[in-house]
């Protein structure tokens, strides 16, 4: 036997010695799969004789799900001339367990043809020693999570005793590991808490459901701290049943709460206060104004004999129309605290809108005479009646107008627009091109008492009101379900527009 004789037989003898299942497969020029070789372990692994395997389709000595698993593996190592993995199959009569296989290409290294594929079994994994280290180092990862977790957490058993606790509990609250374990968890609950407490660890050891809400700790130290707590059931070999509770301190997150509702009851407190007595003061503030106002007019006429000294005269006017002016101060200052003291109901009434702007126009226009300012007005014909409170509507329009006449130099136009938009809302459009407010200023002008004017312009105007003009007009807008929005540009002027909503609009009969 000469050499080479000797070297096949050896690895013959090899091949059928292994102790893992191995085939060799090669493809026919029918391309179908065949076994080509196949060792014992292999031959034991299917249960079957060289006979019912060697030069067979893979098919016919395993189910069709078995051979389809196969084929397309040798497929895909066929093409692509990789080695391939496939798991274990379903065991086989044989008995042995297998892992998964190997499927590995045989290349003609002068062609580059394959020449057959050989297959391998991979060892069982479920060797005790593997298994052994995979759950070392399963423990010893969540051990790891449960140590330097920020999380403070305490896993309980069945009869409510703490049996883990994480070094995140232990330096929030104070305790030691020794004064815990072994012992039971109510002993951190306040005593207001403990029986629900209980009742809640029985129901979810019991039921395994998930929870979550907040609770109260008490400290080492006595004091009583804030937390959220989640909890979740985890069952272990034998039944055994454990409680995993994470917590969250929120101490000082009920204390900032706490401070800002504190401070919210006193703001609110002060502010209805305020509103309250304002409002309660409309008498008492009015009163004496209209008498002044009255008899200063009485003596203007000199209803009851000529008012010789000229200096009186000119006294007698300036009492007048400061006490016009601040009865109007008043009166913008009352509206806004009953607004939002929520004491302003709308009396509501079908008006005319050209009629209405037409009597604003007329109330306006001698200011806007002397100012030189030119009034213009544009209704939509035909636009039909809104629904809203008279007054209201009266003292927005005003607001808008005076303060566009107000801060106009001469000669410029103030223009006052009504029309319907495609959507049904009702637009009102008061626009001029006047002094104009700068664009970072707008908020500040749309807040009560926020007055936007420069030094300049303030001594031009030293009636300035109260500042409430805006916002007034904005806060009566949306008691009407409307908006106010303001565009301005410093030195190119200021436009409001109005809007209505499409509920407000009644059925314009004239226009039918």
Known sequence: MDMSEKIEIDR??????????????????????????????ALQYFNRSEKQILGKKIQ???????????????????????????????????GLRVHGFWINPVIDPDNEEIILIDVMAQPDSSDESIL???????????????????????????????????????????????????EDFTMLNTPDERET????????????????GEMKILRKNGSIANALFTTATLELSQGRRFQITTIMDITLRKRMEMSLRVAKEQADAANQAKSAFLANMSHELRTPLNAIIGFSEIMQKETFGAIENPRYVEYLEDIHSSANHLLAIINDVLDMSKIEAGRIELDEHTLDIKEMIDIVIRMVSSRAFSSGINLKAEVQENIPPLQADPRLVKQILINLLSNSIKFSEKDRDVTIRSFLEDDGDLLIIVEDNGMGIPKEKIKEAMEPFGQVRDPIHAREHEEQGTGLGLPLSKAMMELHGGTLFLESEENKGTKVTLTFPRQRIKKNEKAQ
């Open 12 to 41: 013959k003898l090899l091949f059928d010695s292994m102790p893992i299942p191995r085939f060799l497969v090669v493809l026919d020029e029918e391309k179908t799969y065949k076994i080509y070789d196949i060792n014992k372990r």
């Open 60 to 94: 016919e000595f395993m189910d069709s799900e078995n051979a389809r698993h196969f084929i397309q593996a040798f497929e895909v190592c066929s093409k692509q001339k990789v080695p391939v993995t496939i798991q274990a199959l379903p065991s086989f009569p044989g």
């Open 132 to 182: 052994q280290r995979e759950r070392d180092d399963a423990i010893s990862l969540l051990t790891s999570i449960f140590d330097v977790s920020e999380v403070s957490i305490i896993v309980t058993d069945h009869h409510r005793r703490i049996i883990r606790v994480n070094e995140s509990f232990v330096r929030t609250y104070g305790w030691t590991r020794d004064d815990l374990i072994g």
């Open 197 to 212: 407490a209980i009742e809640n660890h029985e129901n979810y050891i019991k039921t395994g459901i998930r929870n979550s």
